[in-house]
Every structure is written in C-alpha cells, then in structure tokens.
C-alpha cells in the first residue's frame, strides 16, 4: 500500500514539474513573440496619428486651393473667349 502511495506521490510531482515547465515555456515563447512584433513594428516607418492628422489637413487645403484657382482659369478663359481675343 505504501509503495502506491509512493508511486502516485512521483507521479503527482512529476505531474506538477511537467505543468510548470509548460508554464514556463509558454511565457517564454509569448515573451519572444512579443519581442519580435516589437522589432518588426518598431523597424516599420509608421507616422502618428497627429502627423497623418496635419498631411491630410494640408491635402485638403491644397485641393480646396486648387480648385479655387481652376475656377479662377475658367473666368479668365471665358472673359478671353468674350473679348473675341486668340490666344492661350
């Protein structure tokens, strides 16, 4: 009966030691994902959210501008084309 219980005694530690060395490999193996996502990212030429907030603000600025100055043309153009003068 002893010799049971010691028998399931080593099975019970070794059961423990198994599950901790599972533990451990699984933080070790989160830990070295992490690690890689961050050398990755980090490698990655990414911009902030304010930079990418300031470029899209001057893109529409500039679209807005640029629409204005169309405009602008197609008056000059049509007072040309009005005054009967040839030309571009």
Do not use: P, W, Y
Request: charge should be negative.
């Amino acid at each position: 009966m002893q010799s049971e219980n010691h028998l399931i005694s080593d099975f019970v530690k070794l059961a423990n030691a198994a599950a901790g060395t599972a533990a451990g490999m699984a933080r070790e193996a989160r830990e070295g994902a992490r690690e890689r996502v961050r050398e990755t990212v980090g490698g990655l030429d990414f911009v902030s959210r304010e930079e990418f907030d300031a470029v899209k603000d001057m893109a529409a600025r500039a679209r807005e501008e640029n629409e204005r100055l169309s405009d602008r043309i197609a008056a000059l153009e049509a007072r040309l084309a009005a005054g009967g003068n040839a030309g571009s």
